[in-house]
């Protein structure tokens, strides 16, 4: 993994500062870095490389092979026998790449907007993203790259032509989103929901909601934190120095107001009631799901307070692109596939089945859900999927195929609830993908929606490429 920095990089005394660490091996003569890179086959010609060690590697092994790609200095916790390389000897080296990063992106002057939650986490970024590189060149996470490796990574990409940076902030245990908002210091912070996600680490959706508040703890006093009026656990939380601006959709007395939406086949309208009452009408998304009207409504309040004009808000909007595996609607051999892959939860369960029954309702198409196992849910795991089942029943779904053990209480829940065995078909070994696929491709035929859906462990996403 290689993450290029500015043009005139950075020196090793900035990264001695950086990182209070001890010089060893260091020249007379100054050294610059112009990349940071944490994995040997990847680092180019003048890189740092960072020495990172986890349970099952250790990069001090790698840090010859590091030199040998012409790395000119290593951040390591010790130096390995024979090296030559210049280092600087830090007691941590996961926490030093945390400090180079926060004190490098302090070398800009950049807005930076950051997003957490429980569901459509990057979603939400993707929006935001679409409508504030109308205006300003912007810095933003990739793919997964959300965790206390990948965010300083990210921060790395900053360079003087970028005006804001946009960074996405996931978790599975406390303190981890207080480490990344000390790190990222944003200017904005946004909890999109608090669901049922990480129950397993956290223990209570109070405790989830704890944790996302942690992204206050890197804010200085006057940032904005934008929150989900219509999530009961968000209302009137303490965040001291910080201003609170509530969105909504049900809760009419929020800040900035969702209402009149009208759902098309392909595309969503709305209106935006604004602060001062005033209304931004027949607001487009080329995206379907009221999920997604929360998503595109946070990136419009965004653009509000950092100065967007409407027509170009608009215009980001209709812009907006899904990330990979994030409700990607596709046609294959007349069959529509709905592939939302990257992961599950309850809540985003029921918000998948919503947009398979109005694809399906809308294309007068027959529905049909790929459901796999959700994880991270602890104690509430049993329940949650029964209870997925119920809504699957409830959504008169044509065909339920669920793919996973725990995933096998779906199809319990849709029985109960009144779902007929002959429309389930149950798969529980999830290591032979190629014999799921069968089993689908002879559950599935021209004129069916498909919805596949289940937490990222699970990878449901090969089944698709086999079918």
Same mark, same amino acid.
Do not use: W
């Given at each position: 993994?290689?993450?290029?920095?500015?043009e005139?990089g950075?020196?090793?005394?900035?990264?001695?500062?950086?990182?209070?660490g001890?010089?060893?091996?260091?020249?007379?003569?100054?050294?610059?870095?112009?990349?940071?890179?944490? *994995?040997?086959r990847?680092?180019?010609?003048?890189?740092?490389?960072?020495?990172?060690?986890?349970?099952?590697?250790?990069g001090?092994?790698?840090?010859?092979?590091a030199?040998?790609?012409?790395?000119?200095?290593?951040?390591?916790?010790?130096?390995?026998?024979?090296?030559?390389?210049?280092?600087?000897?830090?007691?941590?080296?996961?926490?030093?790449?945390?400090?180079? &990063?926060?004190?490098?992106?302090?070398?800009?002057?950049?807005?930076?907007?950051?997003?957490?939650g429980s569901?459509?986490k990057?979603?939400?970024?993707?929006?935001?993203?679409?409508v504030?590189?109308?205006?300003?060149?912007?810095?933003?996470t990739?793919?997964?790259f959300?965790?206390?490796?990948?965010?300083p990574l990210?921060?790395?990409g900053?360079?003087?032509?970028?005006e804001?940076?946009?960074?996405?902030?996931?978790?599975?245990?406390?303190?981890?989103?207080?480490?990344?908002?000390?790190?990222?210091?944003?200017?904005?912070?946004?909890?999109?929901n608090?669901?049922?996600?990480?129950?397993?680490?956290?223990?209570?959706?109070?405790?989830?909601?704890?944790?996302?508040?942690?992204?206050?703890?890197?804010?200085?006093?006057g940032?904005?934190?934008?929150?989900?009026?219509?999530?009961?656990?968000?209302?009137d939380?303490?965040?001291?120095?910080?201003?609170?601006?509530y969105?909504?959709?049900e809760?009419?007395?929020?800040?900035?107001? &969702?209402?009149?939406?009208?759902?098309?086949?392909?595309?969503?309208?709305? *209106?935006?009631?604004?602060? *001062?009452g005033?209304?931004m009408?027949?607001?487009?998304?080329?995206v379907?799901?009221?999920h997604?009207?929360?998503?595109?409504?946070?990136?419009?309040v965004?653009?509000i307070?950092?100065?967007?004009?409407?027509k170009?808000?608009?215009a980001?909007l209709?812009?907006?692109?899904p990330?990979?595996?994030?409700?990607s609607?596709?046609?294959?051999?007349?069959?529509?596939?709905?592939?939302?892959?990257?992961?599950?939860?309850?809540e985003?369960?029921?918000a998948g089945?919503?947009?398979?029954?109005?694809?399906?309702k809308?294309?007068?198409?027959?529905?049909?859900?790929?459901?796999? *196992?959700?994880?991270?849910?602890?104690?509430?795991?049993?329940?949650?999927?029964?209870?997925?089942g119920?809504?699957?029943?409830k959504?008169?779904?044509?065909?339920?195929?669920?793919?996973?053990?725990?995933?096998?209480?779906?199809a319990?829940?849709?029985?109960?609830?009144?779902?007929?065995?002959?429309?389930?078909?149950?798969?529980?070994?999830?290591?032979?993908?190629?014999?799921?696929?069968?089993?689908?491709k002879?559950?599935?035929?021209?004129?069916?929606?498909?919805?596949?859906? &289940?937490?990222?462990?699970?990878a449901?996403?090969?089944?698709?490429?086999?079918?």
């Amino acid at each position: 993994m290689y993450f290029s920095l500015n043009e005139s990089g950075i020196t090793a005394d900035m990264l001695l500062d950086f990182t209070k660490g001890t010089p060893v091996n260091m020249p007379q003569t100054p050294i610059t870095a112009y990349g940071i890179s944490i *994995d040997s086959r990847t680092a180019k010609k003048g890189d740092a490389f960072l020495a990172l060690r986890g349970e099952n590697f250790d990069g001090h092994k790698f840090i010859a092979a590091a030199e040998k790609a012409g790395c000119v200095l290593a951040i390591a916790e010790y130096v390995p026998e024979g090296c030559t390389l210049p280092c600087i000897l830090v007691d941590n080296t996961k926490d030093a790449l945390g400090y180079i &990063a926060r004190d490098y992106k302090r070398m800009f002057r950049t807005i930076s907007v950051a997003v957490t939650g429980s569901v459509g986490k990057t979603t939400t970024k993707q929006f935001i993203y679409a409508v504030l590189d109308t205006k300003y060149k912007t810095n933003v996470t990739k793919g997964n790259f959300n965790n206390e490796i990948g965010l300083p990574l990210t921060l790395f990409g900053l360079n003087a032509s970028h005006e804001a940076q946009l960074l996405e902030m996931g978790m599975n245990h406390k303190g981890e989103i207080a480490y990344l908002s000390r790190l990222a210091e944003p200017n904005i912070a946004v909890i999109t929901n608090i669901g049922s996600a990480h129950l397993e680490n956290l223990g209570s959706r109070e405790g989830i909601r704890d944790a996302k508040m942690e992204i206050t703890e890197g804010m200085s006093r006057g940032g904005i934190l934008i929150l989900n009026a219509d999530e009961p656990l968000l209302a009137d939380v303490k965040a001291e120095g910080i201003s609170k601006i509530y969105i909504g959709i049900e809760n009419e007395n929020s800040l900035y107001h &969702a209402k009149n939406i009208r759902i098309f086949d392909d595309h969503m309208l709305f *209106d935006i009631r604004l602060h *001062d009452g005033t209304v931004m009408a027949d607001v487009r998304v080329n995206v379907i799901g009221r999920h997604n009207i929360y998503n595109a409504l946070t990136a419009s309040v965004c653009g509000i307070l950092l100065g967007i004009p409407e027509k170009k808000i608009r215009a980001g909007l209709l812009n907006f692109t899904p990330a990979d595996m994030r409700q990607s609607i596709t046609e294959k051999d007349g069959i529509t596939i709905i592939e939302d892959c990257y992961n599950a939860s309850p809540e985003s369960m029921r918000a998948g089945l919503d947009v398979l029954c109005h694809t399906a309702k809308t294309k007068n198409l027959r529905p049909v859900a790929v459901l796999g *196992d959700m994880r991270e849910l602890g104690e509430a795991s049993a329940a949650a999927h029964y209870g997925v089942g119920e809504r699957v029943a409830k959504a008169d779904i044509a065909h339920l195929i669920t793919f996973g053990k725990d995933a096998a209480l779906i199809a319990k829940g849709a029985i109960t609830s009144g779902m007929s065995k002959e429309h389930i078909t149950v798969i529980e070994d999830t290591e032979d993908a190629e014999k799921a696929a069968q089993t689908v491709k002879n559950m599935i035929k021209t004129g069916d929606a498909v919805l596949f859906k &289940a937490s990222r462990a699970v990878a449901i996403e090969r089944i698709i490429r086999l079918i």
